[in-house]
């Protein structure tokens, strides 16, 4: 298989997999021109399209991909699709056969309330939920939905791929070394992500072994997270810990 990240839009990444025969699919195509000028250069037939949530920046370009190439659609249940598309739910296998792939789904409440992620074949398509270093917005779920998902999501292999919709890497690393300034792992990770932006190269995707080691919403259990939380006021459980870090977050400027 060959996994090629697709930028788009600002800061987007469409996600192409694609096998030595000519098969492709799709993960959260926002701009179809993007997808269509891909497929053309490695000569490509699109055989899926798998969508993580309903924002447009994730599925903007599926009607009309759909339209040309006549493939099916899997996505949440979330009537601000557009239809037609096939439901999926947590727990459900999507069978690829003309790609040998199956993809398990995994329901991740938190940036929306129907957000869903894809894993298989060593890869997880998890949209706004997970990104490295960081995690997405709270714009429908609250932070014990959040944090439960993002649990669920450290619980895989630990050579799971991380495959985000976004190119925040950078700038979530000049947050969590706020957090973890003594955290050497962050700081490889900083160091890396450094020369791959200044090379105009993608972070992504990135190991889950990576992210549990450096990303400070997967940590939030660890002695320095539980430290930054009582200097910030926060005496709380572990989801009042994940509130004031994501708060942290969405207040922070460099």
């Not at 972070?203 to 002695?223: C, G, Q, W, Y």
């Amino acid at each position: 298989m060959h996994l090629l990240p697709l930028p788009a839009l600002a800061d987007n990444y469409i996600w192409l997999l694609h096998d030595g025969a000519g098969n492709a699919i799709v993960v959260d195509p926002g701009d179809a021109h993007v997808v269509e000028q891909a497929l053309a250069a490695h000569r490509l037939r699109l055989r899926a399209i798998l969508l993580t949530h309903h924002h447009p920046d994730h599925a903007g370009g599926m009607p009309a991909l759909r339209e040309r190439h006549a493939v099916p659609v899997y996505a949440p249940v979330d009537e601000r699709i557009e239809q037609p598309v096939i439901t999926v739910s947590d727990g459900e296998h999507i069978a690829l056969d003309e790609l040998d792939l199956q993809f398990e789904v995994l329901a991740l409440p938190g940036h929306t309330l129907s957000h869903i992620a894809f894993v298989g074949a060593g890869l997880l398509f998890c949209g706004d939920t997970l990104f490295s270093l960081g995690c997405g917005r709270l714009f429908e779920g609250t932070p014990a939905q959040m944090l439960a998902s993002l649990d669920r999501l450290a619980q895989l292999p630990a050579d799971t791929l991380v495959c985000a919709g976004h190119e925040y890497t950078q700038a979530n690393a000049r947050f969590a070394q706020t957090i973890e300034p003594d955290n050497a792992n962050l700081s490889k990770r900083a160091a890396e992500v450094g020369i791959l932006r200044e090379l105009r190269q993608p972070t992504l995707p990135v190991k889950m072994a990576s992210e549990r080691a450096s990303n400070p919403f997967l940590r939030i259990d660890t002695e320095a997270l539980m430290a930054w939380a009582r200097q910030h006021g926060c005496s709380g459980d572990r989801v009042a810990r994940f509130a004031a870090l994501r708060l942290a977050k969405d207040n922070f400027r460099e």
